[in-house]
Structures are given as structure tokens and as C-alpha cells.
């Protein structure tokens, strides 16, 4: 293989964007090598002794040479993550050493280190911006968290283990993306599929032609499996793929290879050592110390306390569905691959709709435009097409302008394919900063995996999505904006930079009560067949139904993020030699807190990416947190278009935008909040939009 010359190399080019439709495999090994080489001498040049440390002459240089390699990489992780192929991973996994060992040993540098406290010691301190002095208050933190202050004899054993999580992190998502590539369910008679939705089957039919092969086949991808759960009448094909679902990347899965069972376990041992090397009793208390919440035990508290006030309605939830099972579907034991199929006939009984109806009106064009006219009218912007080089044919990509001028752009990629890692995020390609009187713009990747239009008879059908998809949408989205609509300068705390992890799920979770807004939904639908709007008779049974089952799936978000916080508060997984231990941990939580208690083959824990490969360990409770935050920012709305109508409401997304969105994380996220909503949060609000407030009678 011919490597390219640097000054040839995409990678190396930061005068734009990506250039996608250029970058190789080939490119990554030189470009990040000259990266490192690079912020390696400008790092050289910053330890040296310095007659006055300014923020001009020590923290810019520095920002602008590290940027670069984060872009670069960034670059680099995004496609390892959306289009991964074994040259690419090779590389990516080649790589990844040579940039975690960069990122620790800065982490770790004592003259760096020691020029920021002089910074923070200045008597000019004060006058800097509240954004500089965040990021330098941020960068003393993170020094001591890096392990800046450890003795010398204990620094590499500290990049030792930078280097290991990073490592086995990375083969922990490997093995849940190749476990669910992996498998494939095919089948030719079509009457085992009863009960499947024709949209389904179309989707699964074509991916069998894709492989020269007749009948359906299945994967597990969300939206190829979860129908089965949800439709499919045979009981044993829903067992079946149940058990493949949950068994995944386990020692009950289909290759020995993909377990995870003992990275989990090194994991835990590394972050545990980690702790101790800091000078915290575990790494829950290291997780914390850049989040909103004070303690682990105040984490463990809330966790409980909702748990508590969840568990009269998931007993109430699960009572009716065992009781509806039995009556109407003949199913005298409800088991865990039933709970799906059994949670739509009650729904569809009870409210008289079924989510596939619902389905028929979201095409995704529509939902876009829809997304779009929203976030136009609440934050007077325009969301308009633009042009730009991708890694798939499917992205599309789009600018935000205010009065004419580009404020951040955004690629979308909706759909599930093989070689994209499952799930939905944002993620930031590039963050605002000014440089000079040059503004660099944000740009954010979108990412979704929902079904991809079929191709029927010969015509392309579009795609359309639940209406939980929607929500997905709109919920990345949210975070999109938090990326996008800052108007911090530096790039350090501009857009979600620097926003505690605890709070960063605020925006998005904000947006996410729009999909149940009728003046949104009516815009941004359209039948498959006729073209009609959304039905307000419909529209009103899909609220009706809004918090149908909400108690059961409260508890099974606490059952998580509990487990989550155990696993790294007071778990010892150095004496954890099995997997048993791990299981033993999170049969004890749902002992405590949950009602639906799966089998014992769920291995649940065994593709919790969250925790273990994507940032959320000793974190996952975030999305109760901020859930508490968003719920309680949009009762700001809700009052004012009560008190004043349209015009109130545009006036709270003016306040929204500019107390939250465009501070990012130039203040403390509480700051932000309080200066919006006038008070501290309370969880009034997210029990009521949950239908909560009052106990079941």
C-alpha cells in the first residue's frame, strides 16, 4: 500500500470540513503521527520557563494544537463508528495507543499543570471572561483527575491504565457490533411470521435479496428484531430471538471470542485502580467530580427515591398486563420475550390505536421538515440543504443561518446498516471558537439507526418512523442544538464543551416534549397511502396513551443506573473472578427496585455499552437527572403559553436559547438552569408529564 504524502493527506486539512469522500485507511497513520509530532513541539515550547503565563501566549497555543489532533481523531472514531470495516478498524486499533498515551501524558504534565494554577492565581483572574475562567477552573480539575499530581514513580502506571481502558473499551464495542452483525435469522415460510406488519416483512425480504437469498431475514438491529418482539405471533420465534438479543457478547453467545464477560471485569479493576491512585475510595466518586451531583450516596438516594415513588405504578402496569395476558392472549406465565408483544395488544385494546398505525403517518421527510419548522419558529433561525462531502450516500447535510449568516451545520444519518454501531447520537465534528476575527462555526454529526426505505415491486416506499423514533430524533436533535447554537468563543466551554456530563441530556430530553405537542405533530406528518395529515382523534389517543406503562419503564431506567453506580461504588471486582459476581449484582438491584425481573440468561450487562465503551460509567443516572431538569424547563413553557399564548412561548424559547443554549458550558449547568427558570429544579414536573404525581389508586 502506497502511503500518501502529508501535504496530500484529508486528514491534515482543517481549512473546512471532512473531506469523507477522500479519507483512507492509508491516511491515519501518518496523519496522526504528525499530529502528535506537532502538539508534542508546541507543548515542548509551552513547558520551557515562561517570563509571564497569559492566556494569549499559553492556553491558545495550546487549545489550537491540541484541536487539531482532536478533530482529526475525532474524524477518525466517527467513521470507525458509522462504517466500520476490518481495514479501518485495524488501523483505528493501531492507533488508538499512540493517542491515548498522548491525552494521559498531557493530562499528567506538572509544568502544564503548574502554569494553570498560576493563571488561576493571577490577581487579573477576575477580569478574564466567566467562560476563560471556567475553562481554566476546568483544566486544574482535570489536571488533578489526570494525574498531574501523582509522584513520578506513579505516573506511567497511571498512562499504563489510560492506555488498557482505552483498549478494552474499544474490543467491548467490537464485540457487541460483530455479535449483532453476525447473526442472521432466515425464514421461507412466510405464515411463521403472522402478525408482523407489511412494512417489516418489505424491509426484511429485501435484505434477503441484498444476500442473493429467498424468504426474510432478520438481524439484530433494533428495527429488524424489536418487531419480532412486538408483532409476531409465534411465540417461539419471539423466544428465539429474545435469547439471541440478550445473550449477545456473552459466554451463551454465538462465538467465544465476542464474550465481554472479563472485560467487563478489567474494566472495573482498572477504573477501581484508577480511583485509588487519585486518592478516591472508587470511581464513583472520580465520575462525580466533574458532574453536577456532590456524592454518590446523593446519586444512590434520588435513584431510590424515584425507584420508590415508580414502584406502586410499574406493580399497578404489571398486574394489568399478567392479567390481560392470561385473559385475552392465553398466556398463563408472561415471560420476558412476551412482554413486548403482550404491552401492544393492551395498548392497541386500550387505546384503540396500535404504534404501526401510528407508524403510517411519519415518513421521514416530513418528520425532518417538521423537526425543522420547530426549531426554526422557537429560536429564529433557518435550517436550510447544504452541500458537503459524506461517508455513506444516505447522509444528508444542512446549515443554520441567523439574518443570513452561518451559525453551524449538521450531517443526518438515520439508518441502520451493517458495519454502524446500534443506537442513536450527536457528536461534535468541530466546536465553535474565535480565532483572530475568524469564527469557526460548530458542525455536528447526527446519527440514528432506524429502517431504511424498501424497495417494493420495483419503487423505492420511503421510510417511516414510529413514533418512538421520532422522539429519538428530536431527543439528538436537542443535543445537536446545544452544539450548534452556542455563542461562547472558546472553544473550551463553547457548545457542550465543558457541560457536566449530568446535565448534558437537558436540551435533548427538552426536546423530546415537543413530540407530543399537536401544533408539531399535525406539521410533520403524512399517510403512506393517502397523504393525510394526522388524525387530532388519533393524535389525542397517542397522549392518551403517552404514559402508558410509564411506571414499569421508570423502574427499569433506575434498575439500570443503579447497577450502573453499585458496579463502581462498592463492587469488588478484584475478587470478581466470574461473571457470576456481576450477575449476582444486578439480580441483587432488581430485587430491590424492579418488578419485571428477566431470566437468567439475560445478559443484559454484556452489551451495556453505555458504561462500558461509550462515557456513562458511574454517569448512566444522567438521564434521570437531566430528565428531572428537562421535564421542569419545558413546565417554563407550559406556563407561559398559558399565561400569554404564542407569544409567551416564544419568549421562553428566546430565554431557553439564551440562558442554556448559548452559554454552554461557560457556567455551571445549575447556574444556567436557575437563570432560566428563576429557581432550582424540582421532580414535580417530571412526575406529572410521567403520570406520577398522585398514587395509584
Keep these: 500500500m502506497t502511503t500518501p504524502s502529508l501535504a496530500a493527506n484529508p486528514l491534515l486539512d482543517f481549512s473546512d470540513l471532512p473531506r469523507f469522500d477522500a479519507i483512507t ?91 494553570y494554577k498560576v493563571l488561576r492565581e493571577r490577581a487579573d483572574f477576575s477580569s478574564l471572561s466567566p467562560a476563560r475562567q471556567k475553562i481554566i477552573d476546568n483544566a486544574v480539575r482535570d489536571f488533578r483527575l489526570g494525574g498531574a499530581e501523582l509522584p513520578d514513580n506513579l505516573k506511567p502506571r497511571f498512562a499504563e491504565i489510560q492506555e488498557k481502558h482505552a483498549e478494552i473499551s474499544t474490543r467491548f464495542s467490537e464485540n457487541v457490533l460483530d455479535a449483532t452483525n453476525d447473526y442472521a435469522l432466515f425464514i421461507d415460510n412466510a405464515t411463521e411470521l403472522a402478525g408482523l406488519p407489511q412494512d417489516v416483512l418489505d424491509a426484511a425480504r429485501g435484505a434477503a435479496e441484498k444476500d442473493g437469498k429467498s424468504g426474510y431475514k432478520f438481524t439484530l438491529h433494533f428495527p429488524s428484531f424489536f418487531p419480532i418482539l412486538q408483532y409476531a405471533d409465534n411465540r417461539a420465534l419471539r423466544e428465539q430471538v429474545y435469547r439471541a438479543n440478550v445473550t449477545k457478547a456473552s459466554e451463551l453467545g454465538a462465538k467465544p471470542d465476542w464474550d465481554n464477560t472479563q472485560n467487563i471485569l478489567e474494566l472495573l479493576k482498572l477504573r477501581k485502580e484508577e480511583a485509588q491512585l487519585l486518592g478516591y475510595a472508587n470511581y464513583a466518586e472520580v465520575s462525580l467530580a466533574s458532574k453536577m451531583a456532590e456524592s454518590p ?71 425532518t421538515e417538521g423537526l425543522f419548522r420547530l426549531v426554526q419558529n422557537m429560536f ?37 446498516r451493517s458495519g454502524k454501531r446500534g443506537g442513536a447520537w450527536m457528536d461534535d465534528a468541530r466546536g465553535r471558537r474565535l480565532h483572530g476575527q475568524q469564527v469557526q462555526t460548530p458542525v455536528a454529526y447526527l446519527t440514528c439507526n432506524f429502517t431504511e426505505p424498501t424497495v417494493v415491486d420495483g419503487k423505492l416506499k420511503p421510510a417511516f418512523f414510529t413514533h418512538d423514533e421520532v422522539i429519538t430524533l428530536f ?151 437531566a430528565e428531572v431538569l428537562s421535564a421542569d424547563a419545558y413546565g417554563a413553557f407550559e406556563e407561559a403559553r398559558a399565561a400569554e399564548g404564542d407569544s409567551g412561548y416564544s419568549e421562553a424559547g428566546k430565554r431557553f436559547q439564551r440562558e442554556v443554549l448559548a452559554v454552554g458550558g461557560s457556567r455551571p449547568a445549575l447556574a444556567s438552569f436557575t437563570a432560566f427558570r428563576g429557581r432550582e429544579p424540582n421532580i414535580d414536573a417530571l412526575l406529572r408529564h410521567s403520570g406520577m404525581a398522585t398514587t395509584p389508586g
Design 25 to 115: 485507511p492509508a491516511d491515519v497513520t501518518p496523519a496522526i503521527d504528525s499530529l502528535i509530532a506537532e502538539c508534542s513541539a508546541v507543548l515542548a515550547q509551552l513547558e520551557a520557563p515562561m517570563t509571564e503565563v497569559t492566556w494569549d501566549n499559553f492556553v491558545e497555543p495550546l487549545d489550537l494544537s491540541t484541536e487539531r489532533l482532536g478533530r482529526a481523531w475525532g474524524i477518525i472514531g466517527h467513521l470507525n463508528g458509522v462504517m466500520d470495516t476490518p481495514e479501518l478498524r485495524a488501523v483505528y486499533n493501531e492507533n488508538q495507543p499512540k493517542v491515548t498515551e498522548f491525552w494521559a501524558a498531557l493530562g499528567q504534565n506538572l509544568a502544564l499543570f503548574e502554569k
Design 380 to 416: 429564529s433561525v433557518e435550517i436550510k440543504p447544504d452541500t458537503a462531502a459524506v461517508w455513506h450516500p444516505d447522509v444528508k447535510f444542512f446549515r443554520i443561518e441567523r439574518n443570513g449568516t452561518l451559525i453551524g451545520q449538521f450531517y443526518l444519518d438515520f439508518y441502520a
Design 475 to 625: 431527543h439528538e436533535f436537542g443535543h445537536g442544538l446545544h452544539h450548534m447554537l452556542t455563542q461562547v468563543d472558546d472553544i473550551g466551554v463553547s457548545g457542550i464543551s465543558g457541560v457536566e456530563w449530568d446535565a448534558v441530556e437537558l436540551p435533548s430530553q427538552f426536546m423530546e416534549n415537543f413530540c407530543w405537542e399537536w401544533d408539531v405533530l399535525q406539521h410533520m406528518t403524512a399517510h403512506a397511502d393517502t397523504g393525510a395529515a394526522l388524525p387530532r382523534a388519533l393524535f389525542d389517543k397517542i397522549t392518551a396513551a403517552k404514559n402508558f406503562q410509564s411506571g414499569l419503564q421508570t423502574l427499569r431506567q433506575v434498575e439500570f443506573s443503579l447497577f450502573d453506580m453499585l458496579l463502581h461504588h462498592d463492587f469488588d471486582a478484584a475478587s470478581a473472578v466470574e461473571s457470576e459476581s456481576v450477575a449476582a449484582l444486578i439480580d441483587s438491584v432488581r430485587q430491590q427496585v424492579a418488578v419485571l425481573i428477566p431470566p437468567d440468561f439475560n445478559r443484559f450487562q454484556n452489551a451495556f455499552s453505555h458504561i462500558f465503551a461509550g462515557g456513562y460509567a458511574a454517569g448512566y443516572y444522567s438521564y434521570k437527572w
Design 297 to 367: 450516596k446523593q446519586v444512590i438516594d434520588f435513584l431510590l427515591d424515584l425507584g420508590q415513588r415508580a414502584r406502586p405504578f410499574g406493580e399497578q402496569d404489571l398486574e394489568e398486563l399478567r392479567t390481560f395476558a392470561r385473559t385475552e392472549l392465553g398466556l398463563d406465565k408472561l415471560e420476558s420475550w412476551d412482554v413486548a408483544y403482550a404491552s401492544e395488544k393492551l395498548r392497541e385494546q386500550r387505546y384503540a390505536f396500535s404504534e404501526q398505525e401510528v407508524k403510517q403517518y411519519f415518513p421521514q421527510t416530513k418528520v
